[in-house]
């Protein structure tokens, strides 16, 4: 109702303002990601990567390595073995950034960083692995306030332990997930929980 993607493409093609279309599909990437439309979150995600460059250092760019990978690991078991290959290639050349940016500011970027490499062992199998990385993630960005960054990676452990048959594990992280979108405000996304996962919440 109160914002048009179409129009605003519009204008900043006009403008050639590419910086606030790489934001664009920065945010509509996050959108899609965390409502699970995840082919179209990667769609998305790439278009904005494709004009990265117009926002140089700004902050704003960020979340798309973040998320980008995180869709593409979404997508993974889905492709053929060579598009498997292409993901693998774009979250490794994504880490690369994100641990550079952990080394010099852990507190910001360490928490995604495990996030997307749990996902990561999960896609290729190692179990155990991804464990450790989820649990390490969600105390991360607890520690350091990342409210809706404890959220998905409490949503990521309830789907990995689900897909595992460990519905008892599920619930309890998805029932963290939800409590930390409802405090983060976001009541779009807790309805979407209730309407997808009715047993992990059931009290």
């Excluded at 664009?24 to 965390?34: E, M, V």
């Excluded at 498997?84 to 774009?90: D, I, K, R, S, T």
């Excluded at 994504?94 to 490499?117: G, I, R, S």
């Excluded at 404890?150 to 452990?157: G, I, K, V």
Aim: glycine share 2%; aromatic share 14%; hydrophobic share 40%.
């Amino acid at each position: 109702e109160v914002y048009s993607e179409s129009q605003a493409l519009e204008k900043y093609q006009v403008a050639q303002d590419w910086a606030s279309m790489c934001n664009l599909y920065t945010h509509k990437a996050i959108l899609l990601y965390l409502f699970g439309n995840y082919q179209e979150a990667v769609e998305s995600s790439r278009l904005a990567m494709s004009l990265i460059d117009s926002i140089f250092s700004r902050y704003i760019g960020i979340p798309v390595y973040f998320y980008q990978s995180l869709a593409e690991l979404s997508v993974y078991l889905s492709l053929p073995e060579a598009e498997q290959e292409l993901v693998l290639n774009n979250v490794q050349s994504n880490q690369q950034k994100m641990l550079t940016w952990a080394d010099n500011a852990p507190m910001n970027f360490q928490h995604k960083y495990d996030l997307v490499e749990a996902e990561r062992y999960r896609v290729l199998g190692n179990k155990f692995e991804a464990l450790e990385l989820y649990d390490k993630a969600i105390a991360g960005a607890k520690e350091n306030e990342y409210l809706q960054e404890e959220a998905l990676a409490n949503e990521l452990f309830a789907k990995f332990y689900l897909d595992w048959g460990k519905e008892k594990y599920a619930a309890l992280h998805m029932l963290q997930a939800y409590y930390c979108y409802s405090r983060w405000g976001a009541k779009a996304k807790i309805n979407d929980l209730e309407q997808r996962y009715p047993n992990l919440l059931r009290p």
